[in-house]
């Protein structure tokens, strides 16, 4: 099998080769790593292109691994140039509030240098569909045997979130992106024996976690792309999604395929196990105010893909946003 950073740096490569004359700058990392990837991009490149640069900016560590700002404090993206940058722990954060992210046009995620994945490309640079979801996949693969130990402690607030959705005796219930199935067992026993459960997940190595914990004895378990459900049109009473909407490219385009698989009387929760903030934080950045699930944000989106907002909760312990078709 190929190494990972081969697998990226190659498609990297291939991207950003035609564009050339092109200065790229790799940014972020913990110490040393955005030399590292500079260096095996360049080597990526063909020959013909290696002319232009491939430049790596440090981010400085301050004094006890405080945090401090790199070169992209006076760079901004240009017409000739990109900015990839890597995303790691606080260490290699190079600027505190997630701003060197969010300058740049190609973000990985580097929390193991060993397992690079390309989390977003700006869709200038490159259409979805040729990368959205190989990485997808290989992101949440990388963390599929792990998450439940991880996670386990947050089976209570699912159950919550669920009965807040109150799916109907004899729905079919779906849970789009279920990874593990948490909240399968909850929806099962919300839906009854005449019900029916099924949970969708690109990434095979999710479901096989969710068979392992016995999560396929309350429910099917599909490999689907949310953007793209294999199901007809109107069937289900409620879809569950929780940890899901953020991570599609297009979050309208996504809401879009839930609502055309929803019964005109059906319900849409999104839900996450803690508020927004502190979703952020954990993840070293602070909320922006065009990220889709922003109230402001999602109500429009909402309504311009089948489904009217009943309900917007983010609280420190929980993020949930009920919805019904309109
Ligand atoms: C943050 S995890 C949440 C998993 C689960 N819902 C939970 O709360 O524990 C996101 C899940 O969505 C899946 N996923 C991401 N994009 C998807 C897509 N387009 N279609 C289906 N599943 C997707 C991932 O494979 C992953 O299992």
Redesign the pocket.
Known sequence: MPERIHEVTTFLAELLAPRAPLTVIVDGGDHGAAATFASRLAAAFPPSARAWTVDAVLGLSGPAGGLSDSALNVLEPAADRVIVYLRSGPRGRTLGNGEGERRAQVVIDHHDPQWPVIRHVHPRLADPERWYLTE?RAF?AARAAG?DAK?GDDLPAYAQAIETAAPRPGDLALD?????G??LPALAAAVGPKGRVIG????PA?LQAARDAGRGECAELLI????RLPLPDAVAGLVFA???VQ??PDPGAGLTELARVTRDDGRLMIFHPSGRAALAARHGRTLRPDEPLNRENLEPLMAGSGWRLLRYDDAEDHFLALAERQ
């Open positions: 997808s949440f998450w996670f789009v992106g279920c990874g593990t948490r909240a969708l997940d690109l990434t999710m689907a792309d949310a953007r929780a940890g899901l991570h599609l």
